[in-house]
């Protein structure tokens, strides 16, 4: 068995009104929210899809398909308990986190050590295990034109 397995992931989301705006498991004030079956939390989906496809295990619609009725609002950290451990039942641990927030709006630099700290917490690791960063898309594109918010995630598992 390799030692290690890298997983990406990618998650995207369309802005709504009278949705709550959920990143990292902490809800930013803003206007609008993200459009989802459950609460629609980008960067958690990006960290479980990446976890999963490290030992390819599918991805969260897999596990959580939009279909089911009982995932309908779920919190996006319950979700990622699950995934966690199912990738501790298999005999890994999580060596690390790098990921990427894509949004015009809102600024989300002040957010990010919280996120983090929520993200380790429901992980169990530590916060220096997570790395999260917030750029725009420099107006191009739908996140550009703040139709949506997207993020990305790269996950090193180590065999525990």
């Not at 960067?43 to 295990?57: E, K, P, R, V, Y």
């Not at 919190?75 to 005999?91: A, H, M, P, Y």
């Not at 983090?116 to 996140?143: F, M, S, V």
């Amino acid at each position: 068995m390799t030692p290690v397995r890298v997983g990406n992931g990618y998650d995207i989301h369309q802005l709504a009104r009278d949705r709550a705006l959920i990143l990292g498991g902490v809800e930013i004030p803003h206007e609008l929210g993200l459009l989802g079956h459950s609460d629609a939390d980008v960067l958690t989906h990006a960290i479980m899809d990446a976890m999963l496809g490290a030992l390819s295990l599918g991805d969260i619609g897999c596990y959580f398909p939009p279909s089911d009725p009982q995932w309908a609002g779920a919190n996006s950290l319950r979700l990622l308990e699950k995934v966690r451990d199912l990738i501790q039942t298999e005999g890994w641990a999580i060596a690390n986190i790098d990921s990427t927030i894509v949004a015009e709006r809102p600024k989300l630099k002040s957010h990010l050590p919280t996120m983090r700290d929520r993200l380790a917490q429901t992980l169990a690791i530590a916060p220096n295990q997570i790395g999260i960063k917030a750029t725009t898309n420099e107006k191009l594109g739908p996140i550009g034109r703040e139709e949506g918010i997207a993020a990305y995630a790269v996950v090193l598992l180590s065999a525990r």
